[in-house]
């Protein structure tokens, strides 16, 4: 069936660069996508969305980027620093399904 | 403020034995889920409400079942938890965009 995944499932990277971390998805019809943050025994937590009639969004230190050429993803974060260590999940809402889709998660680790 | 409210945050029950874990919101949103979420592993959609609608994914095991007596409450029902059922429970409401609950932790012993 159609799912989204992504490339790699940890990322370590040192206090203060950036972090980019990407996501492939399978269904065209997809619209919108959501970035979501889940720390340690938590509920996932909103990040930043985008929908398909863009290819660029920014927020506060973040950006996301949509490729639908290629059906790529990705979350940058601008200074990365210790409190973003979390797992990263991109989720696509499948068109007209309207049912979110997560993908399988990346491990984002911040060496100070 | 909470705005998705789960509990309990932990909860430990016997194999077998029914447990209900509940999810209120102040959101006032017509859409409510629940998702699965096993160490390690993504999000997995069970069910979820429009308004008192009622919509099971293909894939979720008859065990569980679901109740929304209004708009604020959702309740999950494990009717005989096994020792797989073990995982988090995420509650979400929808307007446009999820927002979860801090998810009920279930141990089945």
């Known amino acids: 069936g159609e799912s989204v995944g992504l490339h790699l499932p940890t990322l370590s990277v040192q206090e203060g660069d950036n972090s980019i971390i990407n996501c492939a998805y399978s269904?065209?019809?997809?619209?919108?996508f959501i970035w979501y943050k889940q720390e340690s025994g938590k509920g996932p937590q909103f990040i930043i969305d985008?929908?398909?009639?863009?290819d660029k969004r920014q927020g506060q230190r973040v950006t996301v980027l949509l490729n639908k050429t290629v059906k790529h993803l990705s979350l940058q974060i601008a200074a990365t620093q210790p409190g973003d260590s979390a797992v990263y999940f991109c989720?696509?809402?499948?068109?007209?399904?309207?049912?979110?889709?997560f993908g399988t998660g990346t491990l984002l680790a911040v060496q100070p | 403020d909470a705005m998705v409210i789960q509990n309990p945050r932990y909860q430990v029950t016997q194999f077998g034995k029914p447990v209900t874990l509940s999810c209120s919101q102040t959101?006032?949103?017509?859409?409510m889920y629940w998702y699965q979420q096993k160490s390690s592993q993504a999000p997995k959609l069970l069910f979820h409400?429009?308004?008192?609608?009622?919509?099971n994914e293909a894939d979720t095991p008859d065990n569980f079942q679901s109740r929304r007596p209004n708009t604020s409450f959702c309740f999950l029902d494990i009717r005989s938890p096994g020792l797989g059922d073990a995982a988090m429970y995420l509650c979400?409401?929808?307007?446009?965009?999820?927002?979860f609950g801090s998810g009920t932790q279930l141990s089945v012993l």
């Open positions: 989720a696509e809402n499948g068109g007209a399904t309207n049912k979110l889709i």
């Open positions: 269904n065209s019809a997809s619209d919108y």
């Open positions: 985008i929908r398909s009639n863009m």
């Open positions: 959101l006032n949103h017509n859409v």
């Open positions: 409400y429009y308004d008192k609608d009622f919509n």
């Open positions: 979400a409401t929808e307007n446009e965009k999820l927002f």
